[in-house]
């Protein structure tokens, strides 16, 4: 049997800044308050957990899927329903991370 595959958290940091940054681009483009709150709290989810994962904390690899779930479960929905780029790509950014930290997690769990 192999190890389970590290968590890595440079893609934490990595995402936190794409989603925080998003939002943020989103607010000063539009005005959008809700942008810059989502983008801005699903940023910093990925930023905790970042920071937990490479401390070696508990609950990092948690942190960061939980970011990516809901991240997703606002995303896609708006991807099918538009087919317009940014949703799309926030789809294609929240499947990266279901896929990276929910790999590491169901690892641990079995």
Do not use: C, D
């Not at 483009?29 to 709150?37: A, E, K, L, M, N």
């Amino acid at each position: 049997m192999s190890a389970p595959p590290p968590a890595n958290h440079t893609t934490a940091y990595l995402m936190a800044l794409l989603t925080a940054g998003g939002g943020i681009t989103g607010y000063a483009r539009t005005g959008s308050i809700p942008s810059v709150t989502a983008g801005v709290t699903v940023g910093a989810l990925y930023a905790l957990g970042g920071y937990r994962i490479e401390r070696r904390q508990p609950y990092g690899v948690e942190l960061a899927l939980l970011a990516s779930i809901v991240l997703a479960g606002s995303s896609i929905p708006r991807a099918i329903r538009s087919q317009k780029p940014l949703p799309i790509g926030l789809s294609v950014l929240a499947s990266l991370g279901l896929w990276s930290f929910g790999s590491v997690w169901g690892s641990r769990v079995r």
